[in-house]
């Protein structure tokens, strides 16, 4: 397989895991208006989670969902106990997730320690899938399906459900929402649950390609940030395009321009911030 | 006349730090907390007095750093280094204020952030440029009028001579009709528009007074480990500035240097007995926003207040109750 077939497949997967984890940073974003910098922290927790289940002898998948759930209540009690206290006050939750990602890097490294943990691949996917002429490995293929079917699931969800539409009536106006009766903490609460879940989640499934190590949560945090910027906050559709958009950038910037890899993936957001705050398809500056 | 007391004891206490700790290990912790807090005091500009809450302080902190540790490397003298990197820091904060203040509140704190991780991607990354993770080297210390700054003790001195020169800006700036204005364009920016005064400019000039100290203390961390790389320049270096400003209490003058000392006591002898430091210094971060949010200073000191008329009796507690506590 040549370099750049290799480079888009990389680049396709990165976007997928990307989306697992920023679709619930951009509701957050979305809805409670900050930037939750425990999401990364979230990713890496999960992850760790998932090697402790997958060594007691759970596979992959168990150990995902069962991760996905512990994240769920991990995330919402962060909500309940922690930023609930403070609500209206943006600032000040935004620092005491970044107080919280500190703990939680160091909860990690205090149960895990500090050597990376590699992860298998599930026996059944360790083959390639020949698709059209491209080769593609086919446990990179099932994180892409994945990624597009929690895309679609969360379309529905948003699009055709009473609770979507709660959340996008919050997303759109919270204090008006607030007016016609939705209780728009417990959607706070339920956002919340769902995004740590799906980083979880994320954080397992990416265990196989990216292993887990201190640190992790430093590197997957800013990439959500950049995706959530680029598309837009509370956008599905913003988050989908900029994971793949931003997948391609880290894969082709790391492989051709090494040194000025960061450079390449935070100019775009830096540009986007500067002329068009609201993101490509968002409806709020942040 | 009791304030002029306080800060001459303050003052002497300083001045004979090297004598009373003796040892120069300790007096090594000193000069990183006189450092520290030259940072914390140029990012409590923007925090305390603008309202504007930077996370990419320690990308302008780490660029003076590499300037001067660059240059000397290269075989530049001290002083003129130390001018090209003051210099460079005044761009690199023009650079930022421009792009940062499109936005205020969580924007702004966006784009300082990614502005910060850009210049830690440099530092990390350009391995031609800045040696990637090996870092820089410094060969030596600076000697100014020929004192050498080799051991713990002059160089303590050099950073105190420094630090009280910080002082004393930011003293002057708060008192001053501009910081006056800064502050005013923190609480009512549309009336100080209305009122005539470009908001704009205003937050500007204090973006690059407050880059202007980062970036000497900067100039001193390099001096002072004799050696940058790239983790001065990462976001939890950016998320201890903003810690030390908040813990202390931003927004006054003792309450920074306060946070600074907390931090790195933290850090250095706390680290010795605790293991998990990293994990205390999270979990303070997270309590003061809850439970103190003024920061420890102010906050030490409404207590005392309280409890000190709460000794005297019903009057004065009453009025501290009724809303006339000013913290100052």
């Known amino acids: ?286 | 006349m009791r304030k002029a007391i306080v800060l001459v004891l303050a003052l002497l206490a300083l001045a004979t730090v090297p004598y009373w700790i003796g040892n120069g290990y300790y007096v090594n912790i000193a000069s990183q907390i006189l450092i520290w807090a030259i940072l914390a005091l140029g990012l409590n500009v923007l925090v305390g007095h603008a309202g504007l809450v930077s996370l990419g302080h320690a990308g302008l902190f780490g660029v003076a750093a590499y300037a001067a540790a660059w240059l000397v490397a290269g075989g530049w003298g001290h002083l003129p280094a130390a001018l090209v990197a003051l210099a460079m820091i005044i761009a690199t904060s023009a650079v930022f204020a421009v792009l940062a203040l499109r936005a205020t509140g969580i924007g702004f704190l966006m784009i300082t952030l990614a502005l910060g991780q850009i210049l830690w991607g440099v530092a990390y990354r350009w391995i031609g440029l800045t040696g990637g993770d090996n870092g820089i080297n410094v060969p030596s210390r600076p000697a100014p009028f020929g004192i050498s700054l080799t051991f713990s003790t002059p160089f303590y001195y050099f950073t105190l001579a420094v630090f009280l020169l910080a002082v004393v800006a930011m003293a002057v700036f708060v008192r001053s009709p501009f910081g006056a204005s800064l502050k005013g364009t923190r609480d009512q920016p549309r009336r100080m528009t209305a009122l005539g005064y470009n908001v704009w400019l205003i937050r500007f000039l204090a973006f690059l007074f407050s880059g202007f100290w980062s970036g000497v203390a900067g100039l001193l961390f390099c001096y002072y480990n004799q050696f940058v790389s790239p983790n001065v320049l990462a976001l939890g270096s950016s998320a201890e500035a903003l810690l030390m400003v908040i813990s202390g209490g931003s927004g006054t003058l003792l309450g920074p240097i306060a946070g600074a000392a907390l931090v790195v006591v933290m850090k250095n002898v706390a680290s010795a007995y605790i293991e998990r430091w990293n994990f205390l210094l999270g979990a303070i971060f997270v309590a003061i926003v809850i439970f103190m949010p003024e920061g420890l200073v102010p906050g030490t000191v409404r207590l005392w207040r309280w409890a000190w008329s709460g000794l005297r009796g019903g009057r004065a507690a009453a009025l501290l109750r009724a809303g006339d506590g000013t913290v100052r």
């Open chain 1, 1 to 286: 397989m040549s370099l750049w077939l290799l480079l888009a497949v990389n680049s396709v997967t990165l976007g997928g895991l990307l989306f697992l984890l920023s679709a619930g940073f951009s509701l957050i974003f979305g809805l409670m208006r900050i930037p939750n910098l425990t999401h990364g922290s979230f990713f890496m927790l999960g992850a760790y989670l998932g090697t402790s289940f997958l060594a007691l002898g759970l596979n992959l998948w168990l150990a995902a969902l069962a991760s996905a759930a512990a994240m769920a209540m991990i995330g919402g009690g962060i909500e309940r106990l922690l930023l609930r206290r403070l609500a209206g006050q943006e600032l000040a939750q935004v620092l005491v997730t970044l107080g919280l990602s500190f703990m939680i890097a160091d909860l990690c490294l205090m149960e895990w320690g500090g050597d990376p943990i590699s992860v298998d691949t599930p026996a059944g996917l360790r083959g390639a899938v020949p698709i059209l002429s491209i080769v593609f490995p086919t446990y990179r293929l099932v994180i892409v399906i994945i990624a597009v079917v929690v895309a679609a699931a969360l379309w529905v969800m948003l699009d055709r459900t009473r609770l979507g539409a709660m959340i996008r009536a919050g997303v759109d106006d919270a204090p008006m929402a607030r007016i016609t009766g939705i209780r728009v903490s417990r959607l706070f609460t339920i956002v919340f649950c769902l995004g740590a879940a799906l980083a979880g989640f994320a954080g397992v499934m990416g265990g196989p390609i990216l292993s887990v190590y201190p640190g992790l949560d430093a590197d997957m945090l800013p990439l959500a940030l950049i995706v959530v910027i680029l598309g837009g906050t509370g956008s599905l559709p913003g988050a989908l395009l900029g994971s793949f958009i931003i997948g391609f950038l880290y894969n082709f910037g790391q492989a051709l321009f090494p040194e000025l890899a960061y450079i390449i993936l935070f100019l775009p957001m830096l540009l986007i911030l500067v002329v068009r705050p609201q993101g490509l398809f968002g409806r709020h500056a942040p």
